[in-house]
């Protein structure tokens, strides 16, 4: 089964040191949570793994083969403001994706299926700029299904969302594991994560201080603890 | 499909949606509508006047903007060895492109392109303008040629600097942009202390001997080689950009971010804020109460100086501060010499002050998305009139304190105090006028596109009708009391009326709009 792995991440900005010798693995059809802290190092570490930042050290490896500079084509990022072009429509984001990431095929049929998946056609010609937030993550959601991409970054997805567009992405997201996509989620709220990641990594201060499944965890936090109380104990 | 193909349906459909967009909206419509009618009459008129022979730009002034266009180079050149640069256009942009399986070097090369062409088209109705006012300066289409030849030799600069930043370092690579830096400007000091000052007519002379404003003169004139070798240098630098692109995005998504980063806060602010980039983030800054006297509104004007004081841009005050004193010492300096020297000194000074007048209207962009957007704004009692008068007074005493500077130093080394009694009054006048001109014009067209296109020549226009009023009073009370303090006094109190009728509209177009004139900022 394909996996992604990062290994050994560092990457530092000038004297801080915002992500520190980071590495887990996500498999495909797997959906992983990035918990930490707000300034435990999750978005600078999808900022590198989505080819936005250059690390200082550490590899990108999918299918057993090491992700270049190019990693962006193969690990797509939704961040916590998913900004689309304000004067493209929806449907114009899915056809310049579709163009520049040379999709083969009927996928003006993808496209539209897409759509209907994502209860977005009623929006096909909206523009940019009148999209809600939820909107806009859909469509760069659409945009990184039919660009193929094999790995799928979800940077804070929950905030600024209503409770019913959480429940649709929570609903999509589990779509898209059943599609067999690999699914890393960012988030400093673990009941968040506890109701749809298999297993999950936490950080702070750029660096790994546990990971696991949730039962792992609870098992870890002895007999009276919580997964939460250990979450904050070594986030603390 | 080529990946030139791909990229230019991607800017198309951007185009084209906001052409639709202007053109469902009437009031944006008949903007453009006005702006562009009086370009074609303008040229109408032209054209229909004598054809006699065009003399072109004369020296001093063509070395002068030979200097001035290296001056540019120069910026574009540091700014790149600083890691700020025009590339991506949005992040947005940056996050499609970097994921997408285009060509990264015919994408970084389609981003040179396209930004050349923005640049072009935000300047394009000043050039078009002067070109048409100035006929004699050389013909309109050449000097719009030449014009679209210096900007994209400005943005073909980038790419290989950055290039080179990364090879040779940031500290070199800035030690290179100041020094070509300091040549510019050395280039055009020479001669603008020259002009105002006989005893420096030597080094005039040296530095027009170099013969470098005749390429000025020929380019405007429609000189085909001239214009031709300028084209071939910016097609080299596009093309070593191409060369040197090589795993490149993840440098160019960050310097892009802090391109934008440095634009929106000069939209936000003007003038000085453009410098406000340069943050301090990396030192701890030490918390500042806010002075007695500075609540309600007034905490604006606490909040925009505690913030630029922790920025580049306080540094730039001064810089701009000591220039003026500079330039208004020189004035002194030419008009306590002869009759015929104070003559010049005044007339330099006026054409000095209506070319910045100008200017600063041009570029008297209004964004206010940053504050709208944020509750803590709209926290308080104060009302939006007070709130945008106070936001008037912190963006522009930068500005007007610089001017009163170049004054005060003119009139007092030249000992005539009626240049101190008019001019003071004056610069702080104009100043918060343009401002708030500016200010009007962005209440009733937010759209950032229109700001930096037609609402730019709306601006200037406005300015001229906006000044008939004062200028009539002033007339009115000097024929009256044949006073020219009266006359100075009863134009600023008509100025300042109206600057209060034009912050009040605003205040009104902001209160009824609310956060709707922000949306509106980004289309």
Known sequence: MPALQIRNLVKRFR????????????????????LGPNG?????????????????????????????????????????????????TVWEHLVFVAKSCKVQGDW???????????????????????????????????????????????????????????????????????????????????????????????????RQVASGTFAELQSRSGEHGTAEDLFLELTR | MSDFATLAYLDGRQIANTARDVVRKPGRALLYLLAIAYFVGLGWFRTRQSHAAIPGVADPWATLIFFAAGLSFAVAFLRAASGSIAGFSSAA?????????????????????RNSVRTLARFLFLILMYALIYRWAGRPMAIVLSMACVVVI?????????????????GWCRAIGWGLLLLAIAGVVAIALALPLPALTWLRSDVVGLGFGKIITQAALGNSIVIGVGYVIAAVLIAAGYFGSADIYPELQVGSQRYIQALATARRGGGFSALAQRTRVSRAVKSNAAPRGFVGASAIVWKEWVGSRRTLANVGFWIFLACAAAVGCALGVLGTRSEEG??????????????????????????????????????????????????????????????????????????????VWIGVPAAFVLTIFIRSIGLALYALFPSAIDQRGP????????????????????????????????????AAVVAILEVVGLVAFAAARVTKNGATVAQAEAT
């Open chain 2, 154 to 170: 400005g943005i073909g600069i980038s790419i290989p600097t950055f290039n080179l930043r990364r090879r040779i370092g940031a």
């Open chain 1, 108 to 206: 003006e049929g993808r496209a539209s299926a897409l759509l209907d998946r994502f209860e977005m056609t009623p929006q096909r010609d909206t523009l940019g700029q009148g999209l809600s937030k939820g909107m806009r993550q859909k469509t760069l959601i659409a945009a990184t299904v039919l660009a193929q991409t094999p790995v799928l970054l979800f940077d804070e997805p929950m905030i600024g969302l209503d409770p019913l567009g959480q429940r649709e992405l929570r609903l999509l997201i589990a779509s898209l594991k059943q599609a067999g996509i690999a699914i890393v989620i960012s988030t400093h709220m673990l009941e968040q994560a506890q109701g749809i990641c298999d297993r999950v990594v936490i950080m702070k201060d750029g």
């Open chain 2, 93 to 113: 942009d940056a996050r499609f492109l970097i994921g997408s399986h285009l060509d990264e070097r015919n994408v970084v090369v389609w981003l040179q392109l």
């Open chain 2, 455 to 490: 609402l730019a020549f709306a601006r200037m226009l406005c300015l001229y009708v906006a000044l008939a009023p004062p200028m009539a009073f002033g007339l009115g009370a000097l024929v009256l009391w044949r006073s020219a303090g009266a006359a100075g006094a009863a």
């Open chain 1, 40 to 88: 435990a190092g999750k978005s600078t570490t999808f900022a590198c793994a989505a080819g936005l930042l250059r690390p200082d050290s550490g590899t990108f490896v999918w299918d057993g083969r090491e992700l270049g500079s190019q990693r962006g084509r193969t690990i797509g990022l939704i961040p916590e403001t998913p900004d689309v072009y304000p004067m493209l």
């Open chain 1, 15 to 34: 004297k801080t040191v915002a992500v520190d010798g980071l590495s887990f693995e996500v498999n495909s059809g797997e959906i992983v949570g990035l």
């Open chain 2, 342 to 419: 104070r003559g010049m000194a005044v007339g330099f000074g006026g054409t000095l002050a209506l070319v910045l007048a100008m200017i600063g209207s041009f570029g008297a962009n209004v964004s206010l998305s940053a504050d709208i957007n944020k509750p803590l704004w709209w926290m308080g009692a104060s009302t939006v009139y007070q709130r945008l008068a106070a936001w008037l007074g912190a963006t522009s005493w930068r500005t007007f304190s610089c001017a009163i500077a170049g004054v005060l130093c003119w009139g007092s080394v030249s000992g005539n105090w009626t240049i």
